[in-house]
Nanobody, 113 residues
Framework: VQLAESGGGLVQAGDSLRLSCAAS??????MYWYRQAPGKQRELVAS????????NYADSVKGRFTISRDNVKNTIYLQMNGLKPEDSAVYYC?????????WGLGTQVTVSS
């Protein structure tokens, strides 16, 4: 199983970024985006179910971030608009397959003020 994130970078406050996570090797029930800032715990940002496509978001990103999927490409995305300096973190893709959770290596997002 492989999860490969891409799309991170250095942007200014108010800018947008789109993260991608290409998944391979298994069937995934739910896929997630997490983030972890230095000195802080990893937090769940958004999730999307494979079955009905239902989504959930952390309160801190509601209205600004959108998680989506492309079933043909087996890829999920995180569209991040209105970025704030507090959004700076390493963003990780995660996926639940049966009883196992898999993680990508992460992509750095840095938002300057």
């Amino acid at each position: 199983v492989q999860l490969a994130e891409s799309g991170g970078g250095l942007v200014q406050a108010g800018d947008s970024l789109r993260l991608s996570c290409a998944a391979s090797g298994s069937t995934f029930i739910i896929m997630y985006w997490y983030r972890q800032a230095p000195g802080k715990q990893r937090e769940l940002v958004a999730s999307i179910r494979s079955g009905d496509g239902s989504t959930n978001y952390a309160d801190s990103v509601k209205g600004r971030f959108t998680i989506s999927r492309d079933n043909v490409k087996n890829t999920i995305y995180l569209q991040m608009n209105g970025l704030k300096p507090e959004d700076s973190a390493v963003y990780y893709c995660s996926a639940l397959s049966f009883s196992t959770t898999y993680w990508g290596l992460g992509t750095q997002v840095t938002v300057s003020s």
